[in-house]
């Protein structure tokens, strides 16, 4: 990650990173992981995490942290305008 898509990261808040125009970030991570054919329980395995923490995160009850978005950018190879638009 360059310094200046570090600094943009860290301005966010998660009000902002929660609300995206055409979709909410959970809407977005769902919709790259299908277009990857994963399932959650891959996802959650390439992540590290939980079943239950990608679920919370596409249904929007959860937010996933900065590090976790640039890590399912790696993973799902989508650029961060598209989780983030």
């Not at 990650?1 to 990261?9: A, D, R």
């Not at 055409?22 to 994963?38: C, P, S, V």
């Not at 596409?58 to 890590?71: C, D, L, Q």
Request: net charge neutral.
């Amino acid at each position: 990650m360059t310094t200046i898509e570090n600094m943009v990261f860290r301005q966010l808040n998660e009000q902002e990173l929660a609300f995206i125009s055409g979709g909410t970030l959970g809407d977005n991570i769902k919709q790259a992981r299908l277009e990857h054919q994963m399932t959650q329980t891959m996802l959650a395995q390439a992540l590290f995490v939980s079943k239950q923490a990608v679920s919370q995160w596409e249904k929007g009850v959860r937010e996933s942290n900065i590090e976790t978005v640039v890590r399912l950018r790696e993973i799902l190879h989508v650029p961060f305008d598209k989780l983030l638009k």
